[in-house]
Nanobody, 116 residues
Framework: VQLQASGGGWVQAGGSLRLSCTGS????????LGWFRQAPGKEREFVAS????????EYADSVKGRFTISRNNAENTMWLQMTSLNPEDTGVYYC??????????WGRGTQVTVSS
């Protein structure tokens, strides 16, 4: 099972970015996908998650109303639409999958840099 995040880049505060996460070898069973991020000198933190059907979405308080998570199971792809970005959103963004209690499949991250 592999996950690959892409779509990161540099953007000015107030701008938008759309991250993508493409998976291969994912199981046909029910699994959730999530986005996490890690800022320099900080621990990795949860950003958003989505269940297989797409009806259950959860967001960190810091991104609610600004970020939208979505997925297409047929394409094995997940997205994170990020708007109203601010410098605190800077970090490496990772996508992950789980079909148990913990996320256990992680992709390589993509760097997001927001300048003020």
């Amino acid at each position: 099972v592999q996950l690959q995040a892409s779509g990161g880049g540099w953007v000015q505060a107030g701008g938008s970015l759309r991250l993508s996460c493409t998976g291969s070898g994912l199981p046909s069973k029910n699994y959730s996908l999530g986005w996490f991020r890690q800022a320099p000198g900080k621990e990795r933190e949860f950003v958003a998650s989505i269940n297989r059907s797409g009806y259950r979405k959860e967001y960190a308080d810091s991104v609610k109303g600004r970020f939208t998570i979505s997925r297409n199971n047929a394409e094995n792809t997940m997205w994170l639409q990020m708007t109203s970005l601010n410098p605190e959103d800077t970090g490496v963004y990772y996508c992950a999958a789980k079909w148990g209690p913990q996320y256990h499949v992680w992709g390589r991250g993509t760097q997001v840099t927001v300048s003020s």
